[in-house]
Nanobody
Framework: QVQLVESGGGSVQAGGSLRLSCVASGYTVSSNCMGWFRQAPGKKREGVAGIHSDGRTSYADSVKGRFTIFSDTAKNTLYLQMNSLKPEDTAVYYC???????????????????????????WGQGTQVTVSP
């Protein structure tokens, strides 16, 4: 049974940093595609960052240069390092996991598509991130 447990959320002032963690059980982080999503009140869920089993990453434009997704194979844990946080980053952040998709020869950016489509079958319960002005 796959279980994803997020932690590391909290309250921080604008400009600050947080590191989210997602511990996976029943699942090998490094052998699959993993992603971070967020959902703010009244807004649709959006993909924030994703990482393919081959190491390629994908980021939402709104977080490029500020957020970094990475994993620790030994700890079987996925991370999201968030720097230069803004009030608009306030949301519940979710970890997601699934087998990396193959969409066809004309769609090589599998992790980008998975992130944009929310094409993951396993989800954590979420952790709240609040950024104050």
């Amino acid at each position: 049974q796959v279980q994803l447990v997020e932690s590391g959320g909290g309250s921080v002032q604008a400009g600050g940093s947080l590191r989210l963690s997602c511990v996976a059980s029943g699942y090998t982080v490094s052998s699959n595609c993993m992603g971070w999503f967020r959902q703010a009140p009244g807004k649709k869920r959006e993909g924030v960052a994703g990482i393919h089993s081959d190491g390629r990453t994908s980021y939402a434009d709104s977080v490029k240069g500020r957020f970094t997704i990475f994993s620790d194979t030994a700890k079987n844990t996925l991370y999201l390092q968030m720097n230069s946080l803004k009030p608009e980053d306030t949301a519940v952040y979710y970890c997601a996991a699934d087998r990396c998709r193959i969409y066809g020869p004309f769609f090589p950016d599998a992790i980008g598509i998975m992130l944009s489509q929310g094409d993951f079958g396993n989800w954590g319960q979420g952790t709240q991130v609040t950024v104050s002005p």
